[in-house]
């Protein structure tokens, strides 16, 4: 192999401009299908991490037919023990527990259906930071009576802090919840279907008025890193049987989680064009370099070379051609990804007072993952091995005669 | 000792259309360390008895015996084995690899047959100062003049010893000085070493020191000539 790598490098010295042409085209080609998709996966990294860290997570846990029937025949009691024994993975960064349901809400003449979400302030307000969309009072404390109201409620029941708000519901095993909660703060999320119906409690006062005594309906599982989603989920699932339910945001998320395949699809159909005319430029130069060496093709294999050892020779030059290029291209874009990684391009005007809005940062940072980079890769080298394929062809049908012929 | 029979060989081409026969019903034999030049006008079918002979090329009728193995038998994968192991191939010019030096020149076949390191080394000394350039062991190709080429050339089809050498035209492109030389250094080998050469030639210098002669015209035999020297 090394003769043949000796070979192969010093046949790519041989046309120096041509080489340098192609392994240009497969720089450029690489440098921009990978800050492109940086760039492009970094908007949809900020925009998962604000949607899923403002409530839903990454991960839920419930009883098994939760997410159908949301409702209290479906609450599994909850307890520290169960607890340690869920941190099956060092991947999980955090578990944060909620006893969600729906109540009637009302204020004056005012009412309106809401989401009512028990909460642990220590673990909520880590994982959602949602002390950071506070607009106005104060957030709750662990064992706070009161409640926190998102900002688009309030202001459609016309309260503030420090009013009063009744809530109506049926609680767990059929039995009638109400109750009074002062307002002890309003916030604002993100999203506008959250904004217009949450309203926080602490889980003891949540599970007191439903009656729901040590019970939870979710358990949102925070990851140290988004990538080990798939591989945690069926570890908890394995670990907690088929009592429960472990769903990711896909699941959870459909219709966002259609919007990102869509889109994110879209972007590898624009790669996969710039891809295919790399492809047809290594394929050309690969052309050329074969029918400028048929003679020389010819005379080794008169003197015995078999055309297997030709084509891995021709294969050599060209994978090494391509490495070329892969690695000059990512060289060449790491730089760029680091520095608007750590310097996202700030928007400004509507757009950013739009993400702002919507709780996001108005800014897109690129993103810097491994996998992606890694993948950049592949697709040349998955690119280069097709275009070989009618070369390799062509050298194993090479008549010597033929190519000794000039 | 006979190694190259051939019987009744015949070998056609279609070219647009139109049936050519390049070598028709020849019927030779040749021994070992034998010196012979194959002569004939351009189209006499020199290059293709030459292909023929060295399993380049699978022909029409007829049998290619060497050393006992009928070439007509075997495969194409077959034939490039037999003619790394037996063969030594010369061509007109421009016939070593550009990107290897005159050293890893002569030694590509062995390197081919998976021959040591330390033998491959060791011969392509002695083929360099069997050829004269061994001071040019380093240089590439486009270094050499053409006579050097050959000589590199002559010294690579020696390396793994084979039974016998075809040389198409070997002179063709050279000037008469390095003509003169490289032939000279061929019939050294010849006479030294034993070895099998064939050649095809224009080249009155070629046919000077060949001690058979073989005269082809329209692909048959024409003459078949013992030169006395």
Known sequence: ?406 | MEIISLKNLTKTYREDSIEVTAVSDITLSFAEGEFTAIVGPSGSGKTTLLNLIGGLDAPTSGEIVVNGTNLARLSSSQLTDFRLWNVGFVFQAYNLIPVLTARENIEFIMHLQNKPVHERRKRASELLQAVGLADRAKSRPSKLSGGQQQRVAVARALAPRPRFILADEPTANLDSHSAENLLEMMEKLNREENITFIFSTHDPRVMKKARRIITLEDGKVLRDEQMHK
Do not use: C
């Open chain 1, 1 to 406: 192999m090394k003769e043949y790598l000796k070979m192969a490098w010093r046949n790519l010295g041989r046309n120096r401009r041509r080489t340098a042409i192609t392994t240009a085209s497969v720089l450029f080609a690489v440098f921009f299908a990978t800050v492109e998709q940086s760039f492009h996966l970094g908007i949809w990294h900020n925009l998962l991490e604000n949607v899923l860290h403002s409530y839903t997570g990454y991960l839920q846990i419930h009883a098994s037919g939760y997410q159908e029937n949301k409702n209290f025949d479906y609450t599994f009691p909850w307890n520290e023990d169960t607890e340690k024994a869920l941190h099956v993975s060092k991947d999980i960064k955090a578990l944060i527990p909620r006893l969600e349901s729906f109540a009637l809400a009302s204020s004056g003449e005012r009412t309106k259906p809401v989401i009512v979400a028990g909460i642990d302030p220590g673990k909520e307000y880590g994982f959602s930071h949602l002390p950071e969309k506070l607009a106005q009072g104060k957030m709750l404390e662990p064992e706070d009576q009161g409640a926190l109201l998102s900002r688009r409620l309030a202001e459609y029941l016309k309260l503030k802090v420090g009013d009063t708000l009744l809530m109506i519901s049926q609680g767990y095993a059929g039995t009638s919840a109400a109750g009074i909660f002062p307002v002890r703060g309003i916030v604002r999320l993100p999203a506008p279907e959250w904004d217009n119906q949450m309203v926080y409690l602490t889980l003891p006062t949540a599970r007191q008025f439903y009656s729901a005594e040590n019970m939870l309906t979710t358990l949102v599982v925070d990851l140290r890193n988004p990538s080990t989603l798939e591989k945690t989920a069926g570890k908890l699932s394995h670990t907690l049987g088929s009592h429960f339910e472990v769903l990711t945001w896909k699941q959870m998320l459909t219709e966002l989680y259609q919007q990102y395949i869509s889109d994110v699809g879209s972007g590898y159909i624009l790669l996969g064009l710039l891809y295919l005319i790399i492809g047809f430029g290594i394929f050309g130069t690969l052309m050329m370099m074969l029918n400028e060496r048929r003679y020389e093709l010819g005379v080794m294999t008169a003197v015995g070379m078999k055309k297997r050892k030709i084509a891995v020779l021709i294969s050599t030059e060209v994978v090494l051609l391509a490495f070329l290029g892969i690695l000059l291209g990512i060289a060449a874009a790491l730089p760029v990804m680091l520095w608007f990684h750590h310097h996202p391009v700030t928007l400004s005007g509507t757009m950013a007072k739009t993400m702002e809005i919507y709780g996001m940062e108005p800014e897109i940072p690129a993103l810097l993952e491994p996998g992606f980079i890694f993948k950049q890769g592949i697709a040349v080298l998955l690119l280069t091995f097709m275009a070989l394929v009618w070369p390799v062809i062509s050298v194993f049908r090479l008549s010597p005669v033929k190519a000794l012929r000039r």
